[in-house]
């Protein structure tokens, strides 16, 4: 199966901490993904996670992984205002094919 | 290199209209792939290639989609009789093939807009 959810949105005030969170249904996933979208911008990968792997971090970026719940998080550290974006977890089970989630709209107010 | 260029970035056209859309990707390369964004969506895998082969299609592109890699290099969508609901934007990506992760890179996209 191929499905992801993601929560649609997040408003998160200038240096506090984002949670963004992901579950997906294939246990046979390989990698996790999460990407960013600006406006007007294609999709640009921020990082990525091993299936056999629980945490990666990343300067400010820290992912969580909980394989037993199919859960992956997306933690931004001191978030700025460059950081209001779309957000898209991603999972993928063969070697060429990603099946994203509807995405997260973050939202940084001052 | 500049990163995956896509052409033209934005096309109105008239329903039963054909459109074809051009991407340019990372040079070294050999995986290219199209995707489709709707609003409020993440995007659909539609096609992608290896080199010159295109080797899946989602059951999403229907006879009036075709897409192609001729020489390996670009490639072009076409979209035949375009109807209302083939408004999207349309990305395409691009990778080189090894083991581990499959990390894409996107182009802006082409916005379709059919009136």
């Known amino acids: 199966g191929e499905d992801v959810e993601q929560s649609l949105f997040l408003s998160v005030r200038e240096g506090d901490s984002s949670v963004i969170n992901c579950t997906y249904t294939d246990s046979s996933s390989t990698y996790l993904y999460w990407y960013k979208q600006e406006p007007g911008a294609g999709l640009q990968l921020l990082t990525y996670?091993?299936?056999?792997?629980d945490m990666k971090q990343d300067q400010r970026l820290t992912v969580l992984l909980n394989k037993k719940d199919k859960h992956l998080s997306l933690r931004i550290a001191d978030t700025q205002t460059g950081d209001s974006a779309i957000y898209f977890c991603?999972?993928?089970?063969?070697?060429?094919?990603?099946?994203f989630g509807a995405g997260t709209t973050v939202t940084v107010r001052a | 290199d500049t990163g995956v260029s896509q052409d033209p970035r934005h096309k109105i056209t008239k329903r039963g209209q054909n459109v074809t859309f051009r991407c340019d990707p990372i040079s070294e390369h050999n995986r290219l792939y199209w995707y489709r964004q709707t609003l409020g969506q993440g995007p659909e895998f539609l096609t992608y290639f290896q080199n010159e082969a295109q080797l899946e299609k989602s059951r999403l592109l229907s006879d009036r989609f075709s897409a192609e890699r001729p020489k390996g290099s670009f490639s072009t969508l076409e979209i035949q009789r375009t109807e209302q609901g083939d408004s999207a934007m349309y990305l395409c990506?691009?990778?080189?093939?090894?083991?581990?992760?499959?990390?894409?890179?996107f182009g802006a996209g082409s916005r379709l807009t059919v009136l």
């Open positions: 990506a691009s990778s080189l093939e090894g083991g581990g992760a499959n990390v894409l890179t």
């Open positions: 996670i091993f299936s056999n792997m």
């Open positions: 991603a999972e993928s089970y063969n070697d060429y094919k990603l099946s």
